[in-house]
């Protein structure tokens, strides 16, 4: 591992522990004593994506972090959720126990983890997954993610709707359902 600050190829562990799947260790520099974290994990069997044009390419766990990053970016979370969340998804992925998943069922598991954790992370992520062409398309996502959820918000989060939008929406909808529309 070559030193982030003189790129010296060697150091000297100086503290190492186990973080579940992975080991963090401190490292120092020994020309310019400088101090880095690094991180090794357990090299997985190769996984290949099958993208939507039929193209396969190996898995890269830094586009999903990215991917997810970006949906999650100004969001209030605790630090290491994202980290924690592309694990939880990587490690669906290989438990499948194939070595080709199409970029869909990712795209999937993506969405369904994000809309447990945050509405407005999952709108965007959503935005980008499904495609969305126009603002109506967008709309039936947030009335679907209302309807399905209630409009409760998540922990520490703002609801997507105040209540009195939502106690109109839902007469609304009782009153479609009672004349059959």
């Not at 939507?52 to 972090?65: I, P, T, V």
């Not at 709108?123 to 959820?149: C, H």
Request: net charge positive; charged share 35%.
């Amino acid at each position: 591992m070559k030193c982030p600050s003189c790129g010296e190829p060697e150091s000297k562990v100086i503290d190492s522990r186990s973080l579940g799947d992975e080991i963090r260790r401190r490292r120092e520099c020994i020309v310019c004593q400088s101090r880095f974290t690094t991180y090794e994990r357990l090299q997985n069997r190769s996984l290949y994506v099958i993208k939507k044009d039929g193209r396969r390419e190996e898995f890269d766990r830094e586009k999903l972090f990215s991917g997810i990053r970006k949906a999650c970016e100004k969001r209030p979370m605790p630090t290491g959720t994202i980290e924690k969340l592309v694990e939880t998804i990587e490690a669906e992925l290989y438990s499948l126990g194939r070595t080709e998943i199409p970029s869909s069922l990712i795209g999937k598991i993506a969405i369904t983890k994000l809309s447990e954790l945050d509405h407005i992370a999952y709108i965007r992520f959503a935005s980008v997954y499904y495609e969305f062409s126009d603002i109506t398309t967008l709309k039936q996502a947030v009335d679907t993610l209302i309807e399905s959820k209630l409009g409760a918000p998540l922990d520490g989060q703002l609801p997507l709707i105040n209540k009195d939008d939502l106690s109109r929406q839902r007469r609304r909808s009782r009153l479609k359902q009672r004349n059959g529309k």
